[in-house]
C-alpha cells in the first residue's frame, strides 16, 4: 500500500488559511481517487474532499467555496487548500488514497482553528 504523509497543520485565528500537502511514497497518477477527511473530537470522520485521477473535484456542502483540492502527479502529492477558515473546522485531518482495492491513510496532522 501506498504511504502518505501530511502535513501543514496548524493553529490560525477564524478566518485565516492554511494549506496542507500530503506526500506520498509512490506515483499516484493511477491511484482512482484522492481525498482528505478529517475527524474531530468525539465525532465521526467525515469526507471534505477528493478528486480523482481524471481531475474530477467532490466537496462537502460545508467547504465549499472555502476549500481547494489538487493533485500534483508529478510531485506525488496532493493539497488542501483551506481558506476563511471557521472553529468548526477544528479536527485532525487525514489523507487517503482511495485506490479499488484498498485505501491507504495518512497518519493525519492538526488543525486548530480559534474564535
Known amino acids: 500500500q501506498v504511504q502518505l504523509v501530511e502535513s501543514g497543520g496548524g493553529l490560525v485565528q477564524a478566518g485565516g488559511s492554511l494549506r496542507l500537502s500530503c506526500a506520498a511514497s509512490?506515483?499516484?497518477?493511477?491511484?482512482?481517487?484522492m481525498g482528505w477527511f478529517r475527524q474531530a473530537p468525539g465525532k465521526q470522520r467525515e469526507s471534505v474532499a477528493t478528486?480523482?485521477?481524471?481531475?474530477?473535484?467532490n466537496y462537502a456542502d460545508s467547504v465549499k467555496g472555502r476549500f481547494t483540492i489538487s493533485r500534483d502527479n508529478a510531485k506525488n502529492t496532493v493539497y488542501l487548500q483551506m481558506n476563511s477558515l471557521k472553529p468548526e473546522d477544528t479536527a485532525v485531518y487525514y489523507c487517503?488514497?482511495?485506490?479499488?482495492?484498498?485505501?491507504?491513510w495518512g497518519q493525519g496532522t492538526q488543525v486548530t482553528v480559534s474564535s
Open positions: 509512490e506515483s499516484i497518477f493511477n491511484i482512482n481517487a
Open positions: 487517503a488514497a482511495l485506490a479499488v482495492a484498498a485505501t491507504s
Open positions: 478528486i480523482t485521477s481524471g481531475g474530477s473535484t
